[in-house]
């Protein structure tokens, strides 16, 4: 299995920014379809947007769009998500995940394969 790291969460007022990454580490690997879910306390994993590797097609929550923007580096395999505009209902902790079996845009998590270990984003009001 691949492993994804994430990285550039922290503490951020609202209003403020934050750029996330996730890159893989190990072996060799291409996805389909990368994508960014988050979870707050008590609540599910909720999905945040995701990008086609092929093509850079894009998909995005209702809550997030035109906030926050998904991209990817193909040279180096990693895949960002940019968050302006950042609100404290944004607080979670935000997962990377990505497709290998066919590259569709889906937004529930049993859709992906390979997961990362989190990354905190806290907005503070």
């Known amino acids: 299995q691949v492993q994804l790291v994430e990285s550039g969460g922290g503490l951020v007022q609202a209003g403020g920014s934050l750029r996330l990454s996730c890159a893989v580490a190990?072996?060799?690997?291409?996805?389909?379809?990368r994508a960014w879910f988050r979870q707050a306390p008590g609540k599910g994993r909720e999905f945040v947007a995701a990008?086609?590797?092929?093509?850079?097609?894009?998909s995005y929550a209702n809550s997030v769009k035109g906030r926050f923007t998904i991209s990817r580096d193909n040279a180096k395999n990693t895949v960002y998500l940019q968050m302006n505009s950042l609100k404290p209902d944004d607080t979670a902790v935000y997962y990377c995940?990505?497709?290998?079996?066919?590259?569709?845009?889906?937004?529930?998590?049993?859709?992906?394969?390979?997961w990362g270990q989190g990354t905190q984003v806290t907005v503070s009001s």
């Open positions: 995940a990505a497709r290998t079996s066919n590259p569709g845009l889906y937004g529930y998590t049993a859709a992906y394969d390979s």
């Open positions: 990008i086609r590797w092929t093509g850079g097609s894009t």
């Open positions: 190990g072996r060799t690997f291409r996805a389909y379809t």
